[in-house]
């Protein structure tokens, strides 16, 4: 993927960014997830039903990479079994860390396929990933 | 001015995080490399030439602050690891045992995270209260609002000086007068104050301060905490080992050293504590008033471009320090952090360990831009020039 054409699907969801609202649905599952170093600062509300992930919403505060990362991940996670979306979720970390990834199911989310680049911001890009894991983890609880 | 003095202004780099902690000059760290290699022994063990070389630097260096802070005595001096460390001993040494249950603590909401945290844990173990002040419109404490939250069950105020987010200086001296007629202890969080301005706790009448050395020219890992020598003698070590006792034959029969040295048990930071007295050396011969006014205008400097620039929104047009707190309309602190650090600039995103301010202030985040004396009018026109173009800073963020 060009570096432009990575930098306008950042940006796009970064301003645009899906399902970015807030809800008291208590159906959902809401995990709150945060950067130790640094201030992003995201609730994840999530919407199981059996094995499907039917709905993600999130709010609150983040940087461009953890917002526009979220907005990816939620286009991309809706609809899937929890078992589709943890092998969507560990090829998304092995990209991030540089590891073997099979990019072909990431869509979108392969626009941060050169952010090992800035240390930094692996952490922010992999935000919403914490997010969703924890909230899979209190489903299944 | 005195750049030359410090070795990390040699990089190709703009430092604007000096509330964070400041760059070292060359007369610090050589000063810390003459004791490793010259006279690198314990303190307090006088037993022979070089050892007692030690005890008269690190004592030099007790004297330095004394007259820094205009103490009574030596005495009224402790060397720590850092304001964090002074504040918890301040708190768990001295007033965990005094407070009781429905006491109450003064707190502001723009305290740093440890002015905040060790109060919490007494308030919770002992049943104490604690309230905060209304901070005015600028974000100030004021006596005025400080008065309407104290009971007769008000022990004790805990305050900075200066804040380390909007860089505002409380009026302690008042403060304290009104305190000490209502029989209420006060707590000073120097850590911003001493470093940049003469703080003179006789005059202040303050009970007890806290400041660290890395925020003032000096190495990190060393702190001060000044109490009256009276309410000292009452500070319970929470720390306990060698060097701080006189004897002891069994659990009953300890007798501990005098103050200060019972405060500072285990080998202490030496090299730390010689560096810093090089560094109030150094402080001392530029004089604290040419950094001051030099502080302040570049401070001056920087809000005159920022103010004509649409889309910042400056959170502390005035201030007494050289802390400018802002945000680029629309884009995230941190974003605007990242953009300024590919261009070599350092300056801090966040909320800067105050996280309860946000309550206050409405924003949750912001870019500091915290300036000392060895900054330029053209590394703050290079700022001023990133921020000045948002679709640039939108552009390049990323
Ligand atoms: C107002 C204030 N208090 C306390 C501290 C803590 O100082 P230290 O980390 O040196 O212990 C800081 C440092 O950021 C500060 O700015």
Redesign the interface.
Known sequence: MDTNLKKEIIMDHYLNPKNKITTDDSRYVKVNTNNESCIDNLNFYVLFNGDLIEDIKFDGEACAISTSSSSIMITNMIGKTIAEAEEYINNFEAMINEEKYNSDILNEANAYDDIYKQNNRKNCALLPYKGIKKAIAEYRK | MNREDFPMLKQDIIYLDNSATTLKPDCVLNKMAEYYKEYGANAHRGDYDISYKVDLEYENVRDLVRDLINAKSKEEVVFTSGTTESLNMIVNGFFESLLEAGDEIILSTSEHASNILPWFRIARNNGCIIKYVNLDDNYYVTLENLKKVITPNTKVISLAHITNVIGDVRPIKEIAKFAHENNIFVVVDGAQSVPHMKVDVQDLDIDFLAFSAHKMLGPTGVGVLYGKKELLEHLEPTILGGGMNESFDNENAVILKSLPTRLEAGTPNIAGVIGFGAAIKYMNQIGYDRIIDRERYLRNYLIEKLVRIPHIDIINLESDSGIVAFNVNGI????VA?YLNKYNVCVR???HCAKILKNAVGV??SIRVSISFYNTESEIDDLVELLKNKDKI??E??
């Open positions: 995230f602190s941190q974003d990242y995103a966040g909320n949750t985040n939108m552009k963020m990323l």
